[in-house]
Each structure stands twice: as C-alpha cells, then as structure tokens.
C-alpha cells in the first residue's frame, strides 16, 4: 500500500514542491510508515510508504534515466529482473521496475504480474507513464490544464492543486444515478479522470495518449469443452500459487471470511501454507439473516483463528462520515461502512488480507441466476399476444422490476443493464432530476456498451466481463481498496492473480452456469474445487454479500439519522433534485419499500460527497 502524488509543468516555472508535499498528505493514511520527495526542473513528485513485512526502501526510486513510483506489489518481480536481464534483491518491486522500462518501455506493462498503480519519469525524453493493474485493484486519478499535469492515488490529493477545479461534471451524474459509480476513465469532477485498468496513459509537453495493455483471453463461441478434472485441478492449484506469491514478506496475514465460496477457497488454500491463519467477518446486530454463522461453520472446518466483529446501529450511523472521507469519491454501496469497520478490526490483529473478490465475475455468480430468470420472463412476454403485451407493458412498466422485464433484449441483454448495479433507471431519474438534460435515457448502454466491444465469445462470457469491469473494478474494489487503506491494512486479492483470472476467462461459459438436477448452479467450478472440503450444505448454498439490511435500518434504528440526511438533501443547494421525488423515497422507506431505502442512500453518499469539495 502506498499513496503517489505528482505534478509537471512541461513548460514555464517549476511546480511548487509544497503543493505535492500538501497532495501527499490527504494520503498519509496510504503510506505512515515513510515519505520520499524528487523535486528537479519540472517535476515535484512525492511518495507515502506503508512497510508490510520486507524491508521497503523509500520511494521516488531514483536513476540517472528514470524515476519510478509503486502503489502496490509486483508479485514476480525477481522472475521479471530476470526476463529483463538483470537481477534485483528479493523484495524490490520498484528495482525491478526499472529493469522493465529500460528493457521494454512502454511494454513494460504487458511483462508485470501484481496489483499496482506506477509512476514512470523519463528523464531524458521529458515524458510521464501512468500505468494501473489490468483489473484496477488499485487507484489513480489525473488533470490536465494546458501544460500542467498531476496525478495522485486518491481524488481528494488532486484538489490540493489550485488549478484543478472542483466544478461537477452533470453530465455524468445520471451514470452516478443508473450504477451508483462513475467509470473510469470519467469522474463526477469536470476535470479530473482515472487511468482506466490494464491501460497505460503516456504525457509529454506535446501529447497526451492511452492504450489498453491486456484483454482478457476469452473462450471462442466455438470452443471445445475441456476435460472437467483437469480444468478443477489446474484452477485448484493456480489459486493455491496465488495465495502462495502474497503470503511475501512475512507481515502478519488474515482472511475477510464470509462464508461465501471465494473466501472459502482462499481459506482453504491458505490452510497448508499458514499455521492458522486468522480470519474475520462482519455481522449486523439486527440483521434477520446473519450470515456469520456459516462463516463460523467454515473457520471451523478449516481452522481458521476466526473473530466476529457485530455492528449495532449506532455505529452504522457514526460510520458514514468516516466512510464517505476514507473513499473520497461517491460510491452509493451501504456496504462501505461495514467495511471499513471490518477494516479497523481486522488491523488491529495483522497488517495484511486477502479479500475473495472475483469470485462472482469469474466463475458465475449470482448475477448469471438474474439473467436467467429474466430471459425466461422476457422471452415468455414476446411469445404474448400483441395486445396482453401492450396491456402488460403498462401494468409492468409501473415497477422497476417490470420495466426490466418488458425492455427489449439486445446485445445480451445491454438493454436490461446487465454489468452492475441498477438503481436510478431512466423513469426514476425523469422523476428525481429537475434538469430534464441530465436525465440520459440510454446511459446504461453508453457506459456498457465499450466493456461487450470485441469480445468473440458466449454470452455468459461476455456479460461476465462486463460485470468484471463495472461491479467489481469500479464498486468492490473501489471499496476494499479506500476502506482497507483508512485503516492501515494492505489487502490482496488472490482470485485476481493474472493465471487464475486467465484460467477462468478460457472456459467457456457452461462451467460458470450449469444446470444440474433441473436447477441452475452458479459458481460451479468453485463448488466442484470445495466439495472435498466442506459439506454439501456449506457448498451448494446461495450467495447473499455482506450484510446491509438498509431499508429495516432506517425505517427503524437509524430513523434518526434518516431524517437528518434527508432534511440536508432536501435542502437542495444546487438544485438538482424535484423535492416532491424525494418525498416519495422518504415515505417509501416508512413503509418498508426496499428500492427507497437504497435510492436515498446513493443519494445521501453523493450529497455528503458533494459538500467535502
């Protein structure tokens, strides 16, 4: 974990090094174990350093050609020193870093293994690499203004620099609204963006270009099946490799445990190679369906030193301040805030965790269980008469779940929003917005459209890639990475790894949705990977996520604290909102209507967003 900051002035006076020092600074959080500063000509760099275990050397590294800042792990850097001709001391991610840019430039990227975000200074030719891992693990944000650029970990560092503005991009809250995130390479702020994953961005006094270094190896439309056993043993043993590279450095290491079958076989993989690794999960006191106690049944089979961390309301409530700071952009998921106390928990007892994110958008998971039912009803509706189809259309079209229903099928489904979450659609946004303009009828399919693009495979496939990019990219990791940061922890993804993410992608989409005994399996291969390990009941029981009953909360416990963000956003400083709309998510959630509670929520988060610029 670490925080990068850095401005350059390609022409006229040198950057102040105090500006970088104060971007440093809102991210000290990422990095308190040590800061580093390269200030030469038109460059002011600044680096925080968090130690995990191995010794870390104090970043900017500085050569005579290069000048090289990590956020993250190269997690085969000795191999890539090697591939690169040369040799670097075990532990030296950032060494061998510069090995690779002066073996293959801008190519590097194609050559690493890990989760990064890198800054590259050439010295020589005057130019700056951004580069961020291929499924966007960690962050990195930047702005341009003429000839000035910076860059930073975080978006809040980058308002430290006077010229970057804080006007709101309008045109992107409707996307806000629709996936309850804003995509890479867009932010909610006009003149801020990201580095989009597994892209590079190049910037000199004369340009400024991207290019997309790695897309993942789909199985073909037309690919024959792989034996089943020797598919389930090679994944096996490439997600025991990955558990294997990030156990490095020593540092005391746990498991977010829920039970679910990600962290499950991360547990399990992790039991030959760590004496008892301690394991943590979350639960909420007035949850009516915890989920704690088959992550309990698990820790136990698995002997795991296992600790259960439970959330009352009260602290729900004192929480959202704190995660709407640790995050520093708006991401509208109620799950942040159990989160980042499952964070602080869990950092109490060890400086590093694995996290089972991936496991859903890899292997099929409950998002492949929606489609289906979904395709069943949609297909049901055109098999209609032409008038019951009118006549259902109106009756549908009052409800968001009718509407999805009744929507055309195209492209796999593009039309139905399949690739994350859908809260605002267009109808309630016509409804919400005041400004008719920001509405954005087909955003859905904008932002979606890119992530199907030239992609040669099944459907199952394809609409798992664009979950890969929209829910876990910009929501899951967005929100482990910002909440394990605030509080001291360094997390890794184990399903991520590059051979366990290409293993995945190369099978073809019915080991991801099977159909066994007249019901539909998803996840299959990890099931298949656990059945030896866990009883049936453990392995074949649905999914449910981390636990937020949201809409129970705040039409009760968190009454209190309902009221008070409503009266803030009612207020409407900016005048976005039709107040009457508002009131009708107010009263909806009196009532127990679930799609009110999470409405108001992404736009309690957005609110309080907007009033920290």
Not at 180 to 190: D, E, G, M, S
Request: contains cysteine.
């Amino acid at each position: 974990m670490g925080g990068l900051a850095g401005l350059i002035h390609f022409r006229g006076d040198p950057p102040d090094p105090e500006i970088a020092k104060r971007m440093s600074a809102t991210m000290e959080h990422r990095g308190p174990d040590g800061f580093g500063a390269f200030n030469s000509g038109p460059v002011a760099l600044a680096h925080r350093l968090r130690r995990v275990g191995a010794s870390q050397s104090v970043q900017p590294l500085v050569q005579s050609d290069v000048v090289v800042m990590l956020d993250g792990w190269i997690y085969d850097h000795e191999a890539l020193s090697r591939r690169a001709g040369s040799e670097v001391p075990a532990g030296n991610d950032v060494g061998a870093l510069v090995h690779a840019w002066r073996r293959w430039g801008l190519d590097f990227s194609q050559h690493i293994d890990g989760d990064f975000a890198v800054a590259i200074w050439d010295r020589r030719s005057k130019t700056l690499c951004l580069c961020r891992d291929r499924l966007g693990v960690r962050p990195l944000f930047w702005a341009r203004e003429g000839e000035r650029f910076a860059f930073a970990s975080q978006l809040p560092a980058l308002l430290e620099v006077p010229w970057v503005s804080h006007d709101v991009q309008l045109e992107n809250m409707a996307e806000y609204l629709a996936f309850r995130v804003v995509h890479a390479p867009r932010t909610l702020l006009r003149v801020v963006h990201q580095v989009e994953p597994a892209y590079w961005l190049q910037v000199n006094a004369d340009r400024l270009r991207t290019r997309r270094y790695w897309y993942p190896n789909y199985a073909a439309v037309d690919a024959p099946a792989p034996n089943e056993t020797e598919v389930v043993d090679a994944l096996q043993e490439a997600v025991q490799r990955s558990v294997r590279r990030r156990l490095r450095g020593g540092a005391e290491t746990g498991l977010y445990l829920s039970g679910g079958l990600g962290s499950t076989a991360i547990a399990a993989s992790a039991r030959n190679l760590y004496k008892q690794l301690p394991s943590f999960t979350i639960s909420f006191a007035d949850d009516p369906n915890p989920e704690s106690p088959f992550a309990g049944r698990v820790a136990r089979l698995l002997n795991t030193e296992h600790h259960e961390i439970v959330m009352g309301s009260a602290e729900l409530a004192s929480a959202f301040a704190p995660c709407v700071q640790s995050m520093g952009q708006p991401v509208g998921n109620p799950a942040c805030l159990l989160q980042l106390t499952l964070a602080k928990a869990a950092a109490a007892r060890v400086k590093v965790v694995f996290s089972g994110d991936g496991g859903e958008e890899l292997f099929g998971g409950r998002m492949l269980g929606g489609l289906a039912r979904s395709l069943r009803l949609a297909r049901a509706f055109a098999r209609l008469p032409l008038p019951m189809q009118r006549l259902a259309t109106r009756v549908l079209s009052r409800r968001p779940s009718g509407r999805r229903i009744v929507t055309p099928l195209d492209r796999y489904g593009l039309e139905l929003g399949l690739g994350g979450a859908n809260i605002f659609d267009k109808v309630e946004r016509q409804a919400l917005l005041r400004n008719p303009g920001l509405v954005r009828p087909q955003v859905r399919h904008d932002v979606l459209e890119p992530f199907y693009a030239n992609l040669y495979t099944d459907p199952i496939n394809a609409i798992l890639h664009a979950y890969m990019r929209s829910w876990l990219g910009e929501g899951s990791l967005t929100r482990a990475d910002r909440t394990a940061a605030a509080a001291g922890l360094d997390i890794r993804f184990p399903l991520l790894d590059r051979e366990v993410v290409q293993r995945a992608a190369a099978l073809p989409g019915s080991f991801k949705l099977r159909r066994v005994g007249g019901s539909l399996h998803t996840r299959w291969l990890l099931r298949s990977i656990l059945s030896g390990v866990l009883p049936p009941v453990l392995v074949n029981r649905p999914k449910r996520g981390m636990p937020t009953p949201l809409e129970h909360w705040l039409a009760g416990p968190g009454r209190l604290f309902m009221e008070s963000r409503f009266a803030k956003l009612k207020k409407d400083e900016r005048r976005l909102w039709n107040v009457d709309y508002l009131e009708r998510l107010r009263y909806g959630v009196g009532h127990h209507k679930r799609e009110c509670g999470i409405r108001l929520w992404t736009l309690f988060l957005l609110d309080a967003w907007l009033d920290s610029l």
